[in-house]
């Protein structure tokens, strides 16, 4: 069992970072792959940014690429994703997950409670 426990979230404005954590409980970190989703209002959730379960690959989603990077600190048990050039688009509730398998998969083991990310124009 995992629990997953996202932190980080808050209002800035456009052009702004901020960095969410997710903060893994247990021993067994280093065996998932870990990933953000996120859904704003009205939409489906969507793939944000995975690490693999090595840390040594990274995958993104287009609409963020060269502006969020995410990463994984297995000291810690946590994986950030730190954010910058903010747009408004980005307004969202950012989910953090785990999956069993090297890399992040369709098949998502464990889903954190989510954070508010606002950004204002």
């Known amino acids: 069992q995992v629990q997953l426990v996202e932190s980080g979230g808050g209002l800035v404005q456009a052009g702004g970072s901020l960095r969410l954590s997710c903060a893994a409980s247990g021993r067994t970190f280093s065996s998932y792959a870990m990933g953000w989703f996120r859904q704003a209002p009205g939409k489906e959730r969507e793939f944000v940014a995975s690490?693999?379960?090595?840390?040594?690959?990274?995958n993104y989603a287009d609409s963020v690429k060269g502006r969020f990077t995410i990463s994984r600190d297995f000291a810690k048990n946590t994986v950030y994703l730190q954010m910058n050039s903010l747009k408004p688009e980005d307004t969202a509730i950012y989910f953090c997950?785990?999956?069993?398998?090297?890399?992040?998969?369709?098949?998502?083991?464990?889903w954190g409670q989510g954070t508010q990310v606002t950004v204002s124009s």
């Open positions: 690490v693999s379960r090595s840390g040594g690959s990274t």
């Open positions: 997950a785990a999956d069993k398998f090297p890399v992040l998969t369709t098949s998502i083991d464990y």
